[in-house]
Structures are given as C-alpha cells and as structure tokens.
C-alpha cells in the first residue's frame, strides 16, 4: 500500500519560514519524480516544485529564488524549504510522486499572515 505522509505545515507571519517534509512508503522511491503541489482555496491545484529521479529540479516562477526541494532517497522522504513567505503562497499543499503511476498524500496547511 503506497502511502505519502506531509507534514511540518503551520501558521507563520509574512517574511517567515517553513519546512515541509513528505515521508514515503510502498513505492520504489528512488525511481519516482516527487513534487510539492498546492491549492489555494477557489483555485487550481498547482505546480510548486519537483524533482526526478536524477535530482533535477524544477520550480514555479512565484518560488524560485524562495523555495528548495530536496530528496533523500535513503531516508524515503522528499522536503520543501520555504523561505520568505508570502501571504499568496497560504494554501493546502501536497506532496506527490510520479512514475508510471501518481499518488497523493493527504495535503497539509500552510498559513502565511501578513
């Protein structure tokens, strides 16, 4: 049973912090492309970050230069370092991974205050 868990999301003022992390089981991890997506409320799921099996990396324009993606194929777990943050960036996000199939996790809150 594949299952992708996020978790490190929160209330944090304008300007802040926050790391994100998704730990994953049940898929060959190593060979997936794992992505950070969001959903802002009355809007579209979208694109954050990815990054393949290989290491490249692939950003939104809202985050580049703010956020990093990073993987640790050990541990089976994929991070999202979000830096500088902005109100718009307040929305659910979701971790995800993609290979021949895609999967979800659950989605966890990020709240920015300005």
């Known amino acids: 049973q594949v299952q992708l868990v996020e978790s490190g999301g929160g209330l944090v003022q304008s300007g802040g912090s926050l790391r994100l992390s998704c730990a994953a089981s049940?898929?060959?991890?190593?060979?997936?492309?794992l992505g950070w997506y969001r959903q802002a409320p009355g809007k579209q799921r979208e694109l954050v970050a990815d990054i393949t099996s290989g290491g490249d990396t692939n950003y939104a324009e809202s985050v580049k230069g703010r956020f990093t993606i990073s993987r640790d194929n050990a541990k089976k777990t994929v991070a999202l370092q979000m830096n500088s943050l902005k109100p718009e960036d307040t929305a659910v996000y979701y971790c995800?991974?993609?290979?021949?199939?895609?999967?979800w996790g659950q989605g966890t809150q990020v709240t920015v205050s300005s």
């Open positions: 049940g898929i060959m991890f190593s060979m997936y492309t």
């Open positions: 995800n991974s993609k290979r021949i199939y895609v999967y």
